[in-house]
């Protein structure tokens, strides 16, 4: 990875190294404003504090995992730009692994209310952030985080994935005002968070082919400058799961950066899509259901991502097979299902709690009539271009597997204990709890999408093939 040099006016003339890519998109983030990126740059927290929040005390939060990996340094380098402390450094218990759990939101919120102009500088990964960023959230103040592993790309995204009521789903907050993530740190991470890490960014291989879907249908239309963002770096991030499972550190430096980029592109675009396809509504679903919730540790996003993303490719790779004698639009308008059936199988397979939700999203969804054969017909002259475009852009289920199995991270639904018939179940289901355009809506527009879950599931389909994890 290229590292510049800067120049940054609103410090005086100092040096810092960061990576000329996340300095660009700052430059278009809404709600963050600085981060700094690069070898031993935790001593610039006091000054990075003082800056975004001049004149305000700090409370620096950790749980003691985190604190043990660079709770000093933070405390060190906040003093030492003269920063006040409201309170001594609130630790969260390490054994067992904090978990992002709204009961633990409401606890740090309780805990910093009372300290009125104080702004929390956390130090964490994924759980730790979103738990901050949810709790400062409520109470309407900004916070920042000193990052300690590479593990999502929820650092710099707004919104916090927080489990309530044995469930999980993403909730309403800003993103941090400002990040530090040292490479020192984040690459002495425990293995399976860098791991985890690959699992949420490699889903944007088959994600951004949803959104070229999404936009040749004129359905969503791709923002370039989005989509550079997250796709740019992308390949390069992803390159080396070998060395990234091994601790090499530039190579664990690219899935930062990658994982970084889009949560910053998220923020430019105001959406997931750049970073969310298919293949997330897998883990998605999961995550409602409260799967692995009450692990120890519990199952991490990044690895059920991991798995969607093949279930993804594998889907995608099907429906690159088709040609356009292969859209019938009479067998689509014939398969067309009444709003009442649309509603009666999301309610005959999603928990109570998701349904209401996801039928509102499956009517959203629903075509019919001439509008369907408009977009069928669309289809059909965009196909050549269209499948092109999105071969270039896909990686096949097996290079998926092989990625993540190098990587460290769970390979097959079997490894998360996802067994065969939930996981079949779970591609009918994950189609229903999202609005967004994916490759799931266009194979049930076609009216084939029950046929492709089939044969994926029949002896010569991808999973038929690969009905265990091989050893
Ligand atoms: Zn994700």
């Known amino acids: 990875m290229r590292r510049i040099p800067y120049f940054d006016n609103t410090r005086g003339k100092e040096e810092k190294m ?11 983030a809404t709600e963050t404003h600085d981060i700094v990126f690069g070898d031993n740059v935790t ?30 340094a933070v405390v060190a380098s906040l003093k030492e730009a003269g920063v006040d402390f409201a309170d001594d450094p609130y630790i969260f218990p390490g054994t067992p692994t904090l978990y992002a759990g709204y009961e633990n939101v409401e606890v740090l919120r309780e805990y ?18 979103d738990i901050a960023k949810l709790a400062s959230g409520e109470l309407g103040r900004e916070y920042m ?36 993530a040292d490479t020192e740190v984040v690459c002495n991470s425990p293995q399976r968070l860098i791991a985890t890490g690959y699992g949420d960014l490699i889903e944007k291989i088959p994600a951004g082919a949803d959104w070229i879907l999404a936009d040749a249908l004129g359905i969503e239309a791709i923002n370039e400058y989005v989509w550079n963002m997250v796709q740019g770096p992308l390949r390069a991030s992803l390159a080396d799961p070998v060395a990234i499972g091994k601790g090499d550190k530039q190579a664990i430096e690219g899935l930062m950066e990658g994982n ?4 910053l592109a998220m923020q430019a675009g105001q959406s997931s899509r750049s970073a969310s396809g298919a293949g997330h509504q897998f883990s998605h679903t999961w995550e409602m259901e409260g799967h692995g919730l009450d692990w120890e540790p519990p199952l991490s996003h990044g690895f059920k991502v991991g798995i969607g993303t093949i279930a993804s490719c594998a889907i995608w790779e099907e429906f690159l097979k088709m040609d356009v004698e292969d859209f019938d639009i009479d067998h689509a308008l014939a398969s067309v299902k009444s709003p009442e059936e649309v509603e009666a199988k999301v309610r005959s397979l999603l928990q109570p ?15 019919e009539g001439e509008k369907l054969v408009a977009r069928i ?47 079949r179940e779970t591609h009918v289901k994950a189609q229903m709890i999202r609005d967004r355009y994916t490759v799931f809506d266009i194979l ?6 029950d046929k492709v879950v089939e044969h994926l599931f029949s002896e010569e389909g991808f999973w038929g093939q690969h009905r265990h994890p091989e050893v």
């Open 444 to 449: 049930v527009d076609l009216g084939v999408y």
């Open 260 to 263: 970084l980029m889009s949560g």
């Open 112 to 129: 910093i209310r009372p300290f009125e102009e104080a702004i929390v500088c956390s130090i964490g990964s994924g759980s730790l952030n």
């Open 377 to 423: 017909n669309l289809l059909k002259e965009k196909w050549p271009e269209l499948r092109e475009r999105c071969k270039a852009q896909l990686m096949s289920p097996g290079d998926v597997m092989d990625r993540l199995k190098a990587v460290g991270a769970p390979y097959h639904p079997e490894l998360i204990e996802i067994d065969w018939e939930r996981f």
């Open 18 to 28: 960061s990576s000329e890519l996340i300095e660009k998109a700052l430059t278009t």
């Open 145 to 180: 985080n000193v990052c300690t592993a590479p593990s999502v790309d929820g650092f710099a995204a707004f919104g916090a994935s927080i489990a309530r009521d044995g469930f999980k789903i993403t909730r309403s907050c800003p993103a941090p005002a400002g990040l530090i």
């Open 353 to 367: 709690r998701m349904q209401d939700e996801a039928v509102r999203h499956s009517l959203k969804k629903r075509t």
């Open 43 to 72: 001593d610039q927290t006091g000054r990075m504090f003082t800056t975004l929040f001049p004149g305000k005390k700090v409370l620096v939060v950790a749980d003691g995992n985190t604190f043990a990996a660079t709770g000093d």
